[in-house]
């Protein structure tokens, strides 16, 4: 599966929210996004509960430019995937 591909899908037909703040507060999301330099990454799982967490192989700064944002995004939440196929990164 190409991440960047799913991302953008995602981005362009599904619902996300991003950042560390607004995910946590997030109860419907169906999964989590955390970049591998998050400094809550280990810890996150608890935040989630049993929703999956997929650590993304890059920093924050490289997941933003994937999601074409001007910023790093350390944590984002899936809560629509749209016509993605992001979810199955979560199994």
């Known amino acids: 599966m190409d991440i960047a591909k ?3 899908r995602v981005l362009s037909t599904g619902d996300v929210c991003i950042g ?3 995910a946590i507060k997030t109860d419907d ?3 989590f996004i955390v970049s591998n330099n998050c400094h809550t990454r280990q810890c996150f799982s608890e935040f989630a509960g049993d929703r999956p967490v997929f650590v993304y192989g890059g920093g924050s700064v490289d997941l933003g430019n994937i ?3 001007p910023f790093g995004i350390s944590v984002m ?4 995937a749209g ?3 992001i979810l199955e990164l979560g199994k």
Do not use: D, Q, R
């Open 83 to 85: 016509s993605s196929n």
């Open 6 to 8: 799913e991302l953008g």
């Open 77 to 80: 939440a899936v809560i629509n």
């Open 29 to 31: 999301a169906k999964m």
């Open 20 to 22: 560390f703040k607004e």
């Open 67 to 69: 999601c074409k944002k």
